[in-house]
């Protein structure tokens, strides 16, 4: 099994920054995609960035494009989520989840295509 546990959630306000992290532990997979995904209250959780291991696919939500960057270490298995300009709309929980797969560029942003979740981290923006 994966267990991907997220960290660096917390409350800021509109136009400052926030780095989210997410480390993967358990079994390990030579060809991953990783991605991260939000639900604020009362919608549906949408996508937000992915990144294949390689870094050949990577793509973001047109939403935080431009202010959100995401970034891996593969050595210590991490997936970052380097949020800035944060807007009170970005408030909401972000989940990082793994595919052990290589997600093409259709694919990579259907939550249904990955298999394992974290818990979740709380991200609140104040205006």
């Known amino acids: 099994q994966v267990q991907l546990d997220e960290s660096g959630g917390g409350l800021v306000q509109a136009g400052g920054s926030l780095r989210l992290s997410c480390a993967a532990s358990g079994r390990t997979f030579s060809i991953y995609t990783m991605g991260w995904f939000r639900q604020a209250p009362g919608k549906e959780r949408e996508f937000v960035a992915a990144s294949t291991w390689n870094g050949f696919n990577t793509r973001y939500a047109d939403s935080v494009k431009g202010r959100f960057t995401i970034s891996r270490d593969n050595a210590k298995r991490t997936v970052y989520l380097q949020m800035n300009s944060l807007k009170p709309e970005d408030t909401a929980i972000y989940y990082c989840?793994?595919?052990?797969?290589?997600?093409?560029?259709?694919?990579?942003?259907?939550?249904?295509?990955?298999?394992?979740w974290g818990q979740g981290t709380q991200v609140t923006v104040s205006s």
């Open positions: 989840a793994l595919s052990p797969t290589y997600l093409s560029y259709n694919r990579i942003t259907s939550g249904g295509e990955y298999e394992y």
